[in-house]
T-cell receptor, first 115, second 117 residues
């Protein structure tokens, strides 16, 4: 069964460093998302992406964040200058087209630790 | 703005018994989607069940079923014949259908379910 994959599973970085989180959505899906979950808290929407542009973004998704689909398979989230409060689990999700756009399938997540 | 509330931070159930997790939401929209996701200790988000608001029939998926009360804006999850593998954090989520396609999920705070052998 197709699934969303994410790399790395765990990333440790120093405050102020740039990180890139990678995702490979399900191959025939057209809509891509990033969510964040700070430990012990609920999952929060960051950004959605369709047709090579951002569809919607949350207040969390400020100028330090960017997303890109550099090729036909990868979807990346970049944090330019990480802060301690960026430590969280980051989930990528994707959904299909037509009647299947309503259901989002999540990857296993990347645990980001900012020291 | 839409909100999702899960008022039970923790629930416990005996193996093979039935448990119901509560979820309420607030919206002014008439058409939307509701979901339950399971998050085991691995922290992977796994879709459990979905419900379209325009459908009156409650969704079922094997041992999982929902009680969707649109007027009350309530969407509870019933797990029958609970198994040890059901132990996880369960999140209720809302998605507007005003987007023709795509659209963010709004999550509740989660309910931690433990299953006692």
């Amino acid at each position: 069964e197709p699934e969303v994959t994410q790399t790395p599973s765990h990333q440790v970085t120093q405050m102020g460093q740039e990180v890139i989180l990678r995702c490979v959505p399900i191959s025939n899906h057209l809509y891509f998302y990033w969510y964040r979950q700070i430990l012990g808290q609920k999952v929060e929407f960051l950004v959605s992406f369709y047709n090579n542009e951002i569809s919607e973004k949350s207040e969390i998704f400020d100028d330090q964040f960017s997303v890109e689909r550099p090729d036909g398979s990868n979807f990346t989230l970049k944090i330019r200058s990480t802060k301690l409060e960026d430590s969280a689990m980051y989930f990528c999700a994707s959904s299909g087209a037509g009647s299947s756009t309503d259901t989002q399938y999540f990857g296993p997540g990347t645990r980001l630790t900012v020291l | 703005a839409q909100t999702v509330t899960q008022s039970q931070p923790e629930m416990s159930v005996q193996e093979a018994e039935t448990v119901t997790l509560s979820c309420t939401y607030d919206t002014s929209e008439s058409d939307y989607y509701l979901f339950w996701y399971k998050q085991p200790p691995s922290r992977q988000m796994i879709l459990v069940i979905r419900q379209e608001a325009y459908k009156q029939q409650n969704a079922t998926e094997n041992r999982f079923s929902v009680n969707f009360q649109k007027a009350a804006k309530s969407f509870s999850l019933k797990i029958s014949d609970s198994q040890l593998g059901d132990a996880a954090m369960y999140f209720c989520a809302y998605r507007s259908s005003i987007y023709n396609q795509g659209g963010k999920l709004i999550f509740g705070q989660g309910t931690e379910l433990s299953v006692k052998p």
